[in-house]
């Protein structure tokens, strides 16, 4: 089987942005995940980054995939309690940016 890439939103500061990753699953939640390399302007990778899917927030980033997928596993864990009403927060900053910049797309 070939590997299936997914494209996803992710929050970049006050910009959202669209990228190309693979769709993870992370221990302890049943939320769906998604990683992606950091590219820099001549296309080398020099990062890996774990993304929420439905808010868009970073939950880990690290050097190599397996170093961003061990920060995403420890937020997760350091978060637990919170984590449903910390993504709920995320989701709606993210639906937020979207209106604001449809708006300003829109003038």
Request: proline share 3%; glycine share 8%.
């Given at each position: 089987m070939t590997?299936?890439?997914?494209f996803y939103?992710?929050?970049d500061g006050?910009?959202?942005?669209?990228?190309?990753g693979d769709s993870i699953r992370l221990?302890?939640?049943?939320?769906?995940?998604?990683?992606?390399?950091?590219?820099?302007?001549?296309?080398?990778?020099?990062g890996w980054t774990v993304t929420h899917l439905l808010s868009g927030a970073p939950v880990?980033?690290?050097?190599?995939?397996d170093a961003a997928f061990a920060a995403a596993v420890a937020y997760v864990e350091q978060?637990?309690?919170?984590?449903?009403?910390?993504?709920?927060?995320?989701?709606?900053?993210?639906v937020l940016l979207e209106h604001l910049r449809r708006k300003a797309e829109a003038r």
């Amino acid at each position: 089987m070939t590997d299936v890439k997914i494209f996803y939103e992710v929050v970049d500061g006050d910009e959202v942005e669209t990228v190309r990753g693979d769709s993870i699953r992370l221990p302890y939640t049943d939320a769906s995940f998604g990683m992606h390399a950091d590219c820099d302007t001549w296309g080398r990778t020099v990062g890996w980054t774990v993304t929420h899917l439905l808010s868009g927030a970073p939950v880990g980033t690290g050097r190599t995939r397996d170093a961003a997928f061990a920060a995403a596993v420890a937020y997760v864990e350091q978060n637990k309690p919170h984590l449903s009403s910390m993504f709920a927060n995320a989701a709606q900053a993210r639906v937020l940016l979207e209106h604001l910049r449809r708006k300003a797309e829109a003038r």
